[in-house]
């Protein structure tokens, strides 16, 4: 085998509460799913132990070699199994600075992708590589339903035949994961604790109680940050959905829908400035 592309999908946060800091990382409370939004990449086997990098989409041809999380997990994972190099390829469909987790599923899916490749078998070092490069990225590797808790690394998968209609807005302009943090430990978070109720629902497959718990510590500092944001919570609202909730530390926002069709109506309606992606929530499979 010389060549393999996957699938790695973005996320979103149903639920995030901000619950303390260790050893100078914010912990946090999730619930989070993967959505069928992804980028998709690509690892060709080389003769040496270099590292190559083409981005394609979204922005992302403008990041620096040394700045790209994908080149980094591919050089971990050269280092740790003591394999040859790869030419990496990433089409990227992921938005960047949405809260999407787009960083994170490039980790995930070159650490996928060359476990493929040079046929490794070992979850719990791919895990712990995964982890050292953001603090969603292991989630990232099996994706699915899921509650994060401590630095995001402490994975509970939640197995559920759910599946949920998602309208998401993207504003062009991102937020600052960092300043969105400092801004909430400066200003105090906005705590609503819902992860046990969305967990619940989730497990249980209540869309309507998924869409009552939604909520985001971190979106009241991003709203300062960027009034796009607000915005495009009103405008998902104006749609009575389910639901509507921030993803991540923005600038992404996403609205439950009742159906397909709903979903549909919406964003046949929608007159904003803001890129409106129908989606829906995936739960990856190994062959993808």
């Not at 979103?12 to 050893?23: C, P």
């Not at 046929?119 to 899921?146: C, H, I, P, W």
């Not at 759910?162 to 300043?179: C, M, Y």
């Not at 909520?215 to 009103?234: F, K, M, T």
């Amino acid at each position: 085998m010389n060549y393999v592309r996957v699938k790695s999908y973005a996320k979103i946060n149903l639920t995030l509460d901000i619950t303390g800091v260790n050893g100078g990382y914010h912990t946090i409370d999730s619930v989070v799913a993967s959505i069928d939004l992804y980028d998709l990449i690509a690892v060709k086997r080389r003769r040496d132990k270099l590292v190559s990098v083409t981005m394609h989409g979204e922005g992302s041809e403008s990041i620096p070699y040394e700045n790209n999380n994908a080149a980094k997990a591919a050089e971990l994972f050269i280092a740790r199994f003591g394999t040859d190099g790869v030419d990496i390829t990433v089409w990227k469909n992921i938005p960047m600075g949405a809260g999407l987790g787009g960083s994170s599923a490039d980790v995930a899916g070159v650490l996928n992708a060359m476990a493929k490749l040079y046929e490794v078998n070992d979850m719990r070092t791919l895990k712990q590589l995964a982890d050292g490069l953001g603090s969603d990225s292991g989630y990232m590797l099996t994706g699915g339903f899921a509650r994060l808790t401590g630095r995001g690394d402490k994975v509970e998968k939640l197995k559920s035949g759910v599946k949920l209609e998602i309208g998401l807005l993207i504003p062009k302009s991102g937020v600052s994961t960092a300043q969105c943090y400092s801004l909430s430990d400066s200003t105090g978070a906005s705590a609503q604790f819902t992860s046990n109720e969305a967990q619940k629902a989730v497990l249980a497959g209540n869309k309507q109680d998924i869409g009552a718990s939604l909520s985001n510590g971190l979106y009241a500092a991003a709203i300062r940050l960027n009034g796009d944001v607000e915005e495009c919570y009103n405008q998902l609202k104006a749609f009575d959905p389910l639901g509507v909730n921030m993803t991540g530390s923005g600038s992404g926002v996403f609205a439950v829908f009742e159906n397909d069709q709903f979903a549909r109506y919406a964003k046949s309606r929608y007159r904003g400035k803001h890129t409106f992606i129908m989606t829906k929530t995936v739960v990856p499979t190994k062959e993808e």
